[in-house]
């Protein structure tokens, strides 16, 4: 009963011990809305970037004149580019994207308030 006792606390202790260095891990791992924001904003210098969700899963507009006459597909090149090292590793999950030209966002944020 003794040895059992030993053990338990013995667990106790290190778990304990053990346990604030991962979370100081995991804080360190996860990134805010600001955190992407500005590494978009730096990358992409001509690039109005709004970001919005918390955790690994991010939605994002992102407004530019660079985006005018591009696919989609070279839209999301250009942003994920810059996040691919963060997807590969786990920090961010999912990402959904918006894009429009300046006269676009204008346009949408008359018609949606």
């Not at 040895?3 to 290190?14: G, N, S």
């Not at 500005?38 to 690994?56: F, N, P, Q, R, S």
């Not at 507009?61 to 691919?84: C, I, R, W």
């Not at 999950?93 to 949606?112: G, I, R």
Request: aromatic letters at 14%; a negative charge; glycine letters at 6%.
């Amino acid at each position: 009963m003794v040895i059992k006792t030993q053990l338990r606390f013995r667990y106790c202790v290190f778990f304990y011990m053990i346990l604030p260095l991962f979370s100081a891990f995991y804080v360190e791992v996860a990134m805010g809305p600001e955190q992407i924001k500005a590494l978009l904003e730096d990358k992409l210098t001509e690039t109005e970037v709004i970001v919005d969700g918390e955790g690994c899963n991010f939605q994002l507009v992102l407004v530019s004149d660079e985006f005018a006459g591009l696919s989609p597909v070279k839209k999301q090149q250009m942003v994920y580019t810059h996040l691919n090292h963060l997807i590969a590793d786990g920090t961010i999950h999912a990402v959904t994207m918006k894009f429009f030209t300046p006269a676009e966002w204008q346009q949408y944020l008359q018609q949606n308030g």
